[in-house]
């Protein structure tokens, strides 16, 4: 819809050399049923805690008018089209994907100098936000939402692993390199592929003036932290931005 919205403008007016657009999609759920019938402790009437389950329930349980706004990322694009290139520009991405493992997540033996902040950890909680983007090549009959769908579901595949014995993570590195480079083989149309794991700390609480606190608890620490970041591209082809 957006491509022939550009064509338009570059077609119908004569001095109009660029066109450029930033499309953002706002994910909504309707509310179901359960959902506005819970009591004073927060259940529902049918004394599941939280929220409901909207894949066993029915469309007469979904509200008709109400929605609740679900970001678990930010999916957009950008697109730009030029008089002069008869080939238009297509970027799309994920923003702000945050994810988190408590175990299987690692980083030691790195580099040991005056500067450096963090001791080594053998296991560690593994939190980032996941910005990721990508030029497409070709978008001659192209599942956009699709496309977008199998690299969001790629990054948490190797993030997270089996749900029942996880993946290890021996550095964000190591997960950022694994998941964009599937990502790129998995999308042949992929002319260049950018990924960001900002390292979100977390390190244990000391609870020595809390003595009854027996668990173990983690503080979150914003700085100093490190970003990692990553791009692959395919040979003999020059992106446009």
Known sequence: MYLKLFKHFINKYSHVEEAHVHVEAYP???????????????KCENGVQGNCDFSSIDNRSLHNHAFIFTPTAL?????????????QTVITGIKGLRVLKTTQSSFVNFVNDEFRSLPDQYDR????VVDCS??????????????????????????AGDPQVGVSSPSVQHTLYLSES???????????????????HYFNFDTKL????????QQRMDKPHGTIYAQLARKNINSHL
């Open 210 to 217: 809390f003595q009854k606190i027996a668990l173990r608890r």
């Open 28 to 42: 909504w759920q309707r509310v179901c049923q359960e959902e506005t019938r819970t009591n004073v402790n927060g």
């Open 134 to 159: 990508w030029e497409y090549s070709d978008t001659e009959n192209l599942d956009f939402l699709r496309a977008w769908q199998t690299v969001k579901n790629i990054i948490i595949r190797n993030f």
């Open 182 to 200: 599937k990502c790129w083989m998995s999308c042949r149309r992929c002319r260049v592929i950018s990924m960001t794991m900002p390292n979100k």
């Open 75 to 87: 999916h957009y694009c950008d697109l730009v089209i030029r008089r002069t290139d008869p080939k």
């Open 125 to 128: 909680i593994f939190s980032t």
